[in-house]
């Protein structure tokens, strides 16, 4: 048997105004972290997924849901410029459960938030924070 379930990156840092998101992403994530040892000695595996950005609907949705849909609009269409293919994405997927991984970091930019989350704990959130604060205006 095995248990997979799609986390994010944003599992691994929380992000301004994504808040809610970030949350659900983060539990995601320590979900699966306590699955994979309560049921790992019973051969069941536990596989969480932590995507990028991928080119998929989802940006138009948020765009539509969002409180400031130009602001939306305007990071969506910056991110959409590198986001990873859904093909590509699902067949990264399907060989990382196949292979019964833990986690799986799905495009670059899910591998690079993750390094420097790690590398730069408290350093990344002042960086964001810095960030939030030039946009915000």
Do not use: W
Request: proline share 3%.
């Amino acid at each position: 048997a095995h248990i997979a379930t799609t986390s994010s990156l944003a599992g691994f840092l929380g992000f301004p105004k994504q808040t809610s998101y970030c949350l659900t992403k983060a539990a995601v994530k320590g979900l699966n972290e306590a699955l994979y040892a309560e049921y790992k000695h019973q051969n069941i595996h536990v596989t969480s997924i932590h995507p990028g950005a991928i080119s998929t609907n989802i940006f138009n949705v948020a765009v539509e849901h969002s409180v400031d849909q130009k602001a939306s609009r305007q990071f969506f269409d910056k991110v959409q410029k590198f986001a990873m293919p859904a093909d590509k994405a699902a067949n990264i997927i399907v060989k990382a459960v196949e292979k019964r991984k833990m986690r799986i970091r799905v495009g670059m930019d899910s591998v690079l938030t993750d390094i420097a989350k790690r590398l730069m704990p408290v350093a990344m959130h002042k960086i964001l924070a810095k960030v939030y604060k030039k946009q915000a205006g």
